[in-house]
């Protein structure tokens, strides 16, 4: 508390150094107190339930922002001390306050480009159909082309999987498809290579029911009518496909606002994304697509010059532009709050290994873009220029590798703070799990990855390998940063779907049982994830992850004013509970850039 005394004593030394300048200027007793008061806050959060994830202050029930930063965390009367006549203060009556999300691993690029795509590898039903092409038309600006792929792959795999033989694949109804897209040209393609066109498709690529078949493939035609019924074979099909507009800046700039907003609406301000630099990618004859998955920079670069970005970026680039890098001056942590290069990024294994890591597996099968000694060499440069490298990897023999190879360069290369990452770490064991601990490793894990994939474990799995899967807890414990992401839009393939909302994935994490509740009790539950820990994965972990930990991460006075406010208490209702929390407000930088009011 201010003592009275101190403050007279303070004011008497001053008039009596600039003496009658101080009586000019008309400052008072009451003027002084005045000059001193601590500017009012642009943005007051009273009467809330504040998990801050700061340690130091674990809870309070108001929070204070100025511009974007947070300046003053505590009671609400304390609080409510800094409203001035300009603030806008918001009862949260008794809401639960959380930092914003982080996501740690992000494919925004594509997500932006699956925005002008239906969802077709599990559709092999035409109402189903309809309804994911409605999804689309519903997102998709009127004119713009709708594209689609492969529907029928699951069912077909099914069938195959049970040696059915009456398998038979959709054949889309046009009239059905033409009445849910009336403003849209739409090309799909079924799982065997076979395309549909709408009319509007077939229309404007001036096709008809007197079109000779294209060398190689046919136009599906009404058997009695001869009209075309929008099926494609063989070449018919590939040959439209190549007439279509490739995707431009500006197209990609529609998809990434559409899932940007889809971010902010479950309270996600910050991403840890795959990106690239497509000037670079333009100088390189890469062996492989290594870039395949990779947002291009520029897209987060527009956003942000016409004052759209609603996400902080952490970006992590191809480790084979190690060198471009450092000819243009970028360097780790190039950037700003809202964009900022700080790691590179590396493919490591695709599968699962059902066997030992030392039972002599192939090394082709570990690092599937180049071989071991060139990915340890990679990684011993990017150490040494200052780079932190996030690797993908799956499989117990390559995690075990990419391990060692941490090491060596954390041995050979002087000190430094190195905060390198296993990307997904599906498999492993308990001692590559310590060893990640004390070489300081961040884990980014995807909860849904281990729902997905449960079955496929149960069956290749003993169970000392299945205890050691997707091993949270024992990564937590050994000490190890473990954050909770996406991996959005989802496999590569189109395959699996990734779910994005924090409220979902932290569900996975306390429960390692699916949306059903199954199984019971969770699968190995032994490696749950306590709330507080899973908040903390997608909050304060990511941060530290980015060397961003100073600025945001929790909520902390200095800190920037990323926060989300939830409709239920998370922390206390049954994990359940969970999957029907909604998000009320989320702020980025002081800025309510989502409210479901």
Do not use: C
């Amino acid at each position: 508390m201010s003592n009275p005394k101190e403050h007279s004593a303070a004011r008497q030394k001053i008039a009596a150094v600039f003496g009658v300048a101080f009586l000019a200027l008309g400052l008072s007793g009451s003027g002084w107190a005045e000059s001193v008061k601590p500017a009012a806050a642009d943005l007051i959060l009273y009467n809330a339930k504040i998990w801050t994830v700061d340690d130091s202050k674990p809870q309070a029930e108001a929070v204070a922002i100025r511009g974007s930063q947070i300046v003053k965390v505590g009671n609400s009367r304390d609080i409510m001390a800094l409203k001035g006549p300009s603030t806008k203060v918001m009862d949260m009556e008794g809401k639960l306050v959380l930092p914003g999300f982080n996501d740690a691993h992000t494919h925004l690029g594509n997500a932006a480009e699956w925005v002008f795509q239906a969802r077709l590898t599990d559709v092999n039903d035409q109402k189903l159909m309809q309804k994911r092409i409605e999804e689309v038309t519903a997102r998709v600006p009127k004119g713009m082309w709708i594209t689609g792929g492969d529907w029928g792959t699951s069912a077909a795999n099914s069938a195959r999987k049970e040696s059915k033989t009456d398998f038979k694949a959709l054949v889309p109804d046009l009239k059905a498809i033409d009445a849910v897209t009336p403003d849209h040209p739409l090309l799909f393609r079924r799982y065997d290579l076979t395309y549909f066109a709408n009319s509007k498709a077939l229309k404007m690529s001036r096709l008809t029911k007197n079109s000779p078949d294209p060398a190689g493939g046919s136009y599906g035609r009404d058997p009695v009518t001869g009209e075309l019924t929008g099926m494609l074979y063989g070449t018919a099909g590939e040959i439209l496909e190549r007439q279509l507009p490739p995707m431009s800046l500006r197209q990609k700039l529609i998809g990434a606002r559409h899932v940007q907003a889809s971010l902010n609406k479950v309270g996600i301000t910050s991403i840890t994304d795959i990106a690239r630099f497509s000037d670079i990618s333009e100088e390189h004859i890469y062996p492989f697509n290594v870039e395949r998955s990779a947002t291009d920079i520029k897209i987060f670069e527009a956003l942000k010059q016409n004052g759209e970005l609603n996400l902080r970026v952490y970006a992590i680039v191809p480790i084979e532009t190690l060198k471009d890098l450092g000819e243009r001056n970028i360097t780790p942590g190039s950037g700003d709050e809202f964009l900022r290069v700080g790691a590179l990024k590396i493919y490591g294994d695709s599968g699962i290994m059902m066997k030992p890591f030392k039972s002599g597996l192939p090394d082709e099968w570990s690092y599937r873009f180049a071989g071991e000694e060139e990915v340890a060499q990679e990684i011993l440069d990017a150490d040494k220029a200052g780079f932190d490298v996030g690797t993908h990897i799956i499989g117990d023999k390559a995690s075990h590798l990419l391990i060692g190879w941490y090491g060596a360069a954390a041995a050979k290369n002087p000190p430094r703070d190195r905060r390198h990452r296993l990307i997904h770490f599906w498999h492993t064991n308990m001692d590559d799990i310590k060893e990640a601990a004390r070489l300081g490793l961040t884990v980014d894990v995807q909860p849904y990855h281990l729902i997905r994939e449960m079955a496929a474990m149960d069956k290749g799995l003993d169970e000392e390998r299945a205890g050691s899967a997707h091993a949270w807890h024992s990564e937590i414990a050994a000490g190890l940063h473990v954050n909770l992401s996406s991996d959005l839009p989802g496999s590569y393939n189109k395959l699996h779907l990734a779910p994005f909302n924090p409220m979902e994935n932290i569900y996975y994490a306390v429960t390692r049982s699916d949306i059903h509740g199954l199984p019971i009790g969770g699968w190995h539950p032994e490696q749950r994830m306590t709330i507080k820990e899973a908040i903390r994965a997608y909050t304060q972990n990511p941060a530290w992850s980015s060397h961003e930990e100073d600025i945001k991460g929790s909520i902390t006075e200095g800190k920037l004013a990323d926060l989300v406010v939830l409709s239920k208490d998370i922390m206390t209702v049954p994990p359940r509970e969970l999957l029907g929390t909604e998000v009320l407000y989320t702020v980025l930088g002081g800025k309510i850039v989502y409210n479901k009011k």
